[in-house]
């Protein structure tokens, strides 16, 4: 996996709801805060606020999108609907 452009930002791959996610994330201890982006952005769009969270002391975490970036990209557009994406968020968790 490539190194993050961003300091203090790491990424990792998990498994959930049947793909694969790259995430994000920034901060080691504190409440954790979840960023979600829409169309047609990535993690990146993200990146001031993972650094600015995790200096006032949160764990902040920015998954790909599923489509997005290096997260896995279902061909079948029914792998997109809200129930899919809501759960693939319930999985970063």
Not at 52 to 60: E, Q, T
């Given at each position: 996996?490539?190194?993050?452009?961003?300091?203090?930002?790491?990424?990792?791959?998990?498994?959930?709801?049947?793909?694969?996610?790259?995430?994000?994330?920034a901060?080691?201890?504190g409440?954790?805060?979840?960023?979600?982006?829409?169309?047609?952005?990535?993690?990146?769009?993200?990146?001031?606020?993972?650094t600015?969270?995790?200096?006032?002391?949160?764990?902040?975490v920015?998954?790909?999108?599923?489509?997005?970036?290096?997260?896995?990209?279902?061909?079948?557009?029914?792998?997109?609907?809200m129930?899919?994406?809501?759960?693939?968020?319930?999985?970063?968790?």
């Open positions: 996996m490539a190194e993050s452009p961003v300091s203090g930002v790491t990424f990792r791959k998990i498994e959930t709801n049947g793909i694969n996610m790259r995430i994000a994330m901060g080691d201890s409440p954790l805060v979840l960023l979600v982006h829409g169309w047609p952005e990535s993690w990146y769009s993200w990146r001031h606020q993972l600015g969270l995790s200096a006032a002391g949160f764990r902040v920015a998954p790909d999108m599923r489509g997005y970036g290096e997260t896995d990209q279902p061909q079948d557009v029914a792998e997109y609907d129930a899919k994406l809501t759960a693939d968020m319930v999985g970063v968790l």
